[in-house]
């Protein structure tokens, strides 16, 4: 249940690589060597270990089309751990190495294999495995943030941190926590009343006024056909995201999650590791299950006590009946012309009220536009020959009829080519939507502010908000083959 | 400052490379002034920190003995009494470089005083609760403790066994966060305990009882011959939950373990505030003590599982899967079952996890604890994942190249189990997989990144891997595959590779031999004018990976090259690409050794003749030609075995010779002649007496009449030479040694071709001479050189030679010059073999007649006449004769005449001699039919003469 190393790596698509951290654990090291016996193999030097590793992730050698070493198609990079080759003189296969790989960083850790080298254990067996994973995805959150873009200051400011930040989380090779997000909170020293343990994960104690913060997010994607030998596929997730400043060492909290009255019930819930106990009813419901109707419904509680930070109480996913927006595509090419027809229909069940919804049409291996004829019914339309993309802005509301169109014809005779995609050629186009919708989900689950208990003295102040986000919502040209995104539907 | 930045720069410099660094200074003096630089008030806290990781990092690099990590640990340990305590997290830094040193080497396991002393620090700290600064310094630092001791415990098993009750303890008082840390070191403490005393024979419920009581003394008395476990014993550092197959130690206690299920109870309870690393790791030392103690049972866990099974934190889900695993039916229901194996499937797919999670998850659908397992084997489907359930799984363009890949191989299994059980009839699911492997060809065509090629070449593997059987799918994809390759022969070395793979991985399907059918196929077929050169690059790569398989017949990879090479329909052979050159000596080379070498030799031979003669570079004629005479000269099986042996111990890889590395390797290592840098051998001119004789058997069966006179004796002496080859050559002999300094590696050589270089054009060229071996050790082999003499004027030869060594690799290298004196153009008279002595002086007479007649009559005639003279005595003169012209006298050595030589030189050139001793000096009269020879004959008689005056005067 320990790890042997740690190396975060930064590059920029396999260029100017770098190790900016590493750490060897070096008396896991030495159970690695009593554990492995004759068929240990020993860490190599970190230039070693960079090289092996970028060869393993497919990114040494960029500018040669096939290397063996590294495009082998015997190759299992199917798995989570990745064999690392040494050769020289510590020869051997280092396994199981971990990496996870973020814009321009990769971080990488060596678990340490606790049981009987041969024949290789399956990595379903050895608890340091998901240990590792759990570490790494806690250090990449933490140098990385949640936003995708990361500063390179900042980073470097995070990165010099690392020493500290694992004498914590990490001293020994035996991963106890993941690092904190933010600045590191001070350390403030309970003196607990009474005999209540305080939570490993809880920092310090909240002072003050009760505070609950809910927020419940969905997110709704779809693939839209508009064919009728291939079915249109949709689904939702939701994620409950809580901030709890509420004072006591173990305070408890209730929140629960309705459904309208014909709600479908929600899936594969998840939850925190703060959620003091579950209901069995509550996880009965899954995705890859044959829909029951008699299947629960609600309320669902979930008690927990929570940390001082904000997290995610729970996600679900949710089967709903129709998507919110139907959109139909068809491009008809005409010699040098392209004829474009797009219709969009807002659902009767979702709120006319966007914070943005947009549909981007990008158009790919074709000359750039000369002239786009396209006319609009509603919103506003942006074309950028440039990019070959036309971005129809359709505001905060769709017309009464809750109907848009789109009809023209675009003329591709720009002086160069536009941008190339290996997946839409010819008449294989998409139409992606951007939306969100405030104050509404599509499974219609809600937190009702006054379903949140709070189990202590002061009256707490409840906020509760939900959204729904759109994340790739494409509607497919019904007139070109399309993709096929998933077989759960055909099979 | 800049103190502070070289200490970083070094430190960095060590964690980069240790062993550079302590190459570059000792490790002793570095560990010095690292001991040193610690001790130093004037040092800032970060900068010690820092000096500390080398020792954290490498404690064996730095303490390469005991005595040293001993003395190095007491001198850390006197550094952390020295340090104020407001230093904490230097001093937290301290205690981490001390367990490093002390485990690392084996202080701790052979309880040396450092290490003794340490653990009685480490457990004084721990024990130290009234924090008098209240700023948590002591509470991070007694964390900092509890996993020093834990990883104490964990290197050396059973360390702490006799303090259980005191760690217990310390666990229950402590309410802070800390309990954490207590919480991890008591169970890990308390796991080794109940393993050692499952080791002990006759240990049962009391000792178990005493040990958990604090009762050391008792369970002591029962331990005491174990003692510290070895860290040897890799036993206890292994997991005890190992699947199906694994077994486990048990302790017989029978039902009573009230004491154990307490401590277990409690640690459980408080489960829920640990982190959900150490939950994990908590949860799995308790599961592995369950499992050792059948008296205390699992349903103990059940309170915590529907939590857990709820959680999103993978090390929990996991931990709860090897619970599973340990306990199968007696902690978890069909329906649990039926449960975590959806969530798994649920899991592998979520939109919220990261790639490596969901990789993860799919992993262990595929070792899936089942409760009633039926193999124990790799990869295995658990029974209950449907083809309906696992639809869920089936990959998509949208994936990412591992996912793609994971679904693809777990999907594969799912159909294949569909296909067994459903045969004949069209498997959706099958179908599908297909249908996906096409649009991944799709995009590959239409110019998909590396990473979706690679991606596509996996796929394909895969689908083969556990699909070739079905016939309608595998045949199928030959076509596609065939298809792209034309359009995108830069795809080449993925389809040998998939070729070679599919032939390794399944020996029992002949489908990569229909593949590279098929590829020959299409690339001899397409019509050579669309050709680029490209193409025909990566064509010759995949027709020599063609060549390798002996039941494809290869008349049409012949065709394509001889098509390729024919001056009339391309330019190819005068471009003199080096690069394609190769590759078509790849794919012939191939061809020499291919099981129907029989059928294709005549075209072989042609092609290969044909880039001997007219390939626009030296290097590929060379080899063309070298293939050319292996081709004509070899037996079969010494090619096939010459070559074997070229392939097999030129490359690295003993692999088939057809992965492109390699390829490329040996060729440049194998057909890539290597040039020596000096001198390896030397032919050394050997003066031989069988010259005397040489031309006596030239016409044994001629039953002439010997002529006694002069006229008929030139008449019958010049008829010889209508045939023109009579007496046309001289032969030299030569010995053949090493030179120069000894390498070892020239020792044995083998297959030396020799070849001479004319300096000048009065001789004709010169054939090779093969041997077939050099070995240092053993008498140098003797060579006839046979020369043409246009003219027999003196010549100087270069000499070169390839030969192969003993490992394979062939060898280019320059001989020292080989210099032709004119004497050795000499040749005896070639009279028919009757003539006597008479005969002989007739015809010298004739011919001194001749030349003197014409020398006389017409100054433009090629014959001369010349005096020379010395001064020799009697007996010089006379041993001068038996040195030097003994072979070529034609009057008797006795007489008191005048001495009569004639020297022969083809092609058809004579010398005479005629030396009279006169009272003053001794004369030699001379007279050649060809009078260029004099300017040679002079300073060759001066030599000789003068080498006799020396020796007699």
């Known amino acids: 249940m320990s790890v042997r190393a740690v190396w975060i790596i930064s590059h920029e698509k396999g260029e100017n690589v770098s190790i900016r951290f590493s750490r060897r654990f070096s008396t896991v090291e030495h159970r690695a060597k009593g554990l492995a016996g004759p068929s240990y193999v020993a860490v190599p030097e970190e230039n070693t270990v960079l090289r092996l590793l970028l060869t393993e992730l497919g990114l040494s050698d960029s500018d040669k089309s096939y290397v063996a070493l590294r495009d082998d198609c015997f190759y299992r990079q199917r798995s989570p751990a990745l064999e690392l080759h040494v050769d020289g003189p510590g020869k051997g296969i280092l396994w199981p190495v971990l990496a996870i790989s973020q814009g321009p960083l990769i971080l990488a850790c060596l678990p340490l294999v606790d049981a009987p080298p041969e024949p290789r254990p399956p990595l379903a067996n050895l608890l340091s495995v998901s240990q590792g994973l759990t570490l790494l995805a806690g250090l990449q959150t933490f140098l990385l943030g949640s936003g995708t873009k990361p500063d390179s200051e900042g980073l470097a400011s995070r990165l010099a941190t690392l020493p500290s930040v694992l004498l914590k989380v990490c001293p020994l090779g035996t991963p106890l926590d993941v690092p904190l997000l933010g600045a590191p909170a001070t350390p403030t020293v309970p003196t607990p009343a009474g005999n209540q343990k305080q939570p490993a994960w809880k920092t310090g104690l909240h002072r003050g006024r009760a505070v609950v913060n809910v927020a419940l997010i969905e997110t709704v994607r779809s693939m839209q056909y508009g064919n009728q030998s291939r079915q249109d596929l949709w689904d939702v997730y939701g994620t409950v995201t809580c901030k709890c400043e509420v004072e006591g060492v173990l305070p408890n909290v209730m929140v629960t999650l309705t459904l309208p009255p014909n709600g479908s019930p929600l899936q594969d819930i998840l939850v925190h590791p703060c959620v003091t106990s579950l209901d069995s009813s509550i996880l009965s419901a899954s995705s890859v299950d044959n829909c029951d109707g008699s299947a629960f419904s609600g309320p669902y509680k979930f008690p927990f006590s929570p940390p001082l930070e904000p997290f995610r109480l729970c996600s679900y996913t949710s089967q709903v009946p129709v998507p919110p927006i139907l959109g139909s595509y068809k491009l008809k090419e005409e010699e040098k012309q392209l004829h474009v027809s797009v219709t969009l229909k807002l659902h009767e069940s979702v709120k006319n009220s966007f914070e943005y919804c947009e549909a981007h049409l990008p158009f790919f291996n074709r000359d750039q536009m000369g002239i786009a004829d396209v006319k609009v019914s509603s919103g506003q339309l942006d074309v950028s020959k440039e990019k070959n993309l036309l971005v129809w802005s359709l505001g905060q509301k769709f017309p009464k009829s809750r109907e848009v169109t789109m009809e023209g014809n675009i003329y591709f005779f720009g002086p160069s080519p536009g941008p190339t995609d290996p997946l839409c050629t010819d008449l294989t186009a998409y139409i992606k939507l951007y939306f969100k919708v405030p104050d509404m989900t599509l499974s219609g689950c809600c937190v009702d502010q006054h379903s949140v208990q709070v189990y202590s003295s002061a009256k707490p102040r409840i906020v509760a908000s939900r959204e729904l986000h759109s994340k790739e919502y494409y509607i497919w040209n019904s007139t070109g083959t399309a993709p096929v995104s998933s077989g759960q539907m055909m099979l | ?953």
Not at chain 2, 490 to 495: D, G, Y
Not at chain 2, 681 to 707: D, G, H, I
Request: net charge negative; proline share 5%; glycine share 4%.
């Open chain 2, 1 to 953: 400052m800049l103190m502070a930045t070289n200490w970083a720069e070094r430190v960095s410099a060590f964690s980069r490379s240790p062993s550079r660094f302590v190459s570059g200074t000792s490790s002793e003096a570095f560990l010095a002034e690292l001991l040193r630089e610690l001790r130093d008030d004037r040092a800032s806290y970060s900068i010690k920190v820092l000096l500390l990781s080398p020792l954290c990092e490498y404690p064996t690099v730095l303490c390469p003995s005991d005595s040293v990590a001993e003395e190095t640990a007491l001198e850390l340990m006197s550094v952390f009494a020295q340090c104020p305590p407001k230093f904490a997290e230097f001093r937290c830094h301290l205690l981490l470089a001390v367990t490093s040193v002390l485990i690392c080497t084996s202080c701790v396991s052979s309880c040396s005083h450092a290490s003794q002393d340490f653990l009685d620090l480490l457990l004084e700290i721990s024990q130290d609760i009234n924090d008098i600064h209240g700023d948590g310094t002591l509470h991070s630092l007694r964390a900092t403790v509890c996993d020093c001791l834990r990883e104490l415990e964990a290197c050396c098993p059973g360390l702490l066994s006799q303090r259980l009750e005191l760690l217990g303890g310390l666990r229950q008082q402590e309410t802070s966060g800390l309990h954490q840390a207590y919480a991890g070191l008591h169970t890990l403490v308390l796991r080794n305990a109940v393993y050692q005393l499952t080791q002990e024979t006759g240990a049962g419920a009391e000792h178990l009882k005493a040990l958990l009581g604090g009762n050391t003394l008792v369970a002591w008395e029962a331990d005491q011959d174990s003692g510290v476990m070895s860290n040897k014993d890799a036993a206890i550092l292994s997991s005890l939950i190992l699947g199906p197959m694994g077994t486990l130690p048990t302790l017989q206690t029978g039902t009573d373990c009230k004491e154990l299920r307490s401590v277990l109870s409690s640690l459980l309870e408080e489960s829920y505030l640990l982190t959900p690393l150490c939950q994990a790791a908590l949860l799995h030392r308790l599961t592995e003590v369950v499992a050792m103690v059948p008296g205390v049972p699992p349903a103990l866990l059940r309170a915590q599982l529907l939590r857990l099974l709820g959680t999103s934190e993978v090390c929990l889900l996991h931990a709860t899967l090897l619970m599973k695993c340990a306990f199968t039916d007696s902690l978890f229901s069909a329906e649990d079952e039926a449960f975590i194996l959806k969530r798994l499937v649920v899991l592998s797919q979520h939109p919220l996890l990261n790639t490596p999670e969901k990789l993860f998850y799919m992993d262990c659908i595929l070792h899936f604890p089942e409760n009633r397992p039926i193999s124990g084997g790799d990869e295995t489907l658990p029974v209950l994942l449907t083809p309906q359930l696992a639809s869920a799984l089936v990959p998509t363009v949208f994936n990412d190249s591992a996912t793609m890949l994971a679904r693809l191989n777990l999907l594969s299994l799912v159909y294949l189990e569909e296909v067994e059980e459903v045969e004949g009839e069209e498997v959706r699911g099958l179908a599908y997989l297909y249908e996906h492997l096409t649009s991944l060809q799709h995009i590959v065509e239409n110019g998909g990144s590396r990473e979706i090629v690679v991606t596509f070449f996996r796929s394909a593997f895969l689908f083969l891997y556990y699909l070739c059987h079905v016939e309608r799918y595998s045949r199928s994809l030959v076509e596609k595959l065939c298809e792209l390759y034309l359009h995108h022969t830069n795809l080449a070395p993925h389809l040998i590779n998939l070729a070679d793979r599919t032939q390794d991985r399944l020996s029992e399907s002949d489908w990569a031999v229909g593949l590279l059918r098929s590829l020959q196929r299409v690339i001899t077929e397409a019509p050579l004018a669309q050709l680029t050169l490209q193409d025909l690059h990566w064509h010759l790569k995949v027709l020599a990976r063609v060549a390798d398989e002996g039941e494809i017949p290869q008349q049409s990879t012949l065709g394509f090259l001889s098509g390729i090479i024919t001056p009339s329909s391309s330019s190819l052979c005068v471009s003199g690409d080096w690069r394609l050159g190769n590759n078509m000596l790849a794919v012939c080379r191939r061809l020499l050794v291919h099981p129907s070498l029989d059928s294709l030799l005549i075209p072989l031979a042609d092609i290969l003749q044909h880039l001997s003669c007219h390939y626009g570079d030296t290097d590929i004629q060379d080899h063309a030609r070298l293939y050319y005479t292996l081709l004509t000269t070899l037996s079969r099986e010494k090619l096939a075995r010459v070559l074997a042996q070229g392939a097999i111990e030129g490359g690295r890889q003993v692999e088939k010779p057809s992965c492109i590395m390699a390829e490329s390797e040996r060729l440049t290592r194998m057909l890539t002649i290597h040039q020596t840098d000096k001198a390896i051998f030397k032919l050394v001119n050997v003066n031989s007496q069988a010259q005397t004789n040489q031309e006596n058997n030239l016409n044994p069966n001629r039953t002439e009449t010997c002529p006694d006179e002069a006229n008929t004796a030139v008449e019958a002496y010049t008829a010889q030479f209508q045939n023109p080859d009579f007496a046309s050559e001289i032969t030299l002999m030569f010995q053949l040694t090493h030179s120069g300094t000894h390498d070892s590696l020239f020792d044995e050589l083998f297959s030396i071709r020799l070849h001479f270089t004319l300096t000048d054009d009065h001789y004709e060229e010169l054939s090779d001479i093969s041997v077939p071996c050099l070995f240092r050790e053993r008498p140098s082999p003797i060579l006839n050189l046979s020369l043409k003499p246009r003219r027999p004027y003196p010549t100087t030869l270069h000499a070169s030679a390839i030969f192969t060594t003993q490992d394979g690799l062939s060898w280019h290298t320059i001989l020292p010059d080989i210099h032709v004196n004119f004497q050795q153009v000499f040749l005896p008279l070639p009279t028919p073999q009757a003539w006597g002595q008479g005969s002989k002086l007739c015809l010298f007479e004739g011919l001194w007649n001749k030349i003197s007649s014409d020398s006389g009559e017409n100054n433009l005639a090629e014959c001369a006449t010349s005096l020379f003279c010395c001064q020799l005595k009697e007996e010089a003169l006379v041993a001068l004769v038996d040195k030097h012209f003994l072979p070529y006298l034609i009057s008797e050595l006795s007489t008191k005449d005048d001495l009569k030589v004639l020297f022969f030189l083809p092609p058809q050139s004579h010398v005479l001699l005629t030396i009279r001793s006169e009272e003053d000096a001794v004369h030699f009269n001379i007279a050649t039919d060809n009078w260029q020879l004099l300017s040679h004959i002079s300073p060759y008689l001066l030599t000789i003469t003068s080498s006799q005056e020396d020796t007699h005067s």
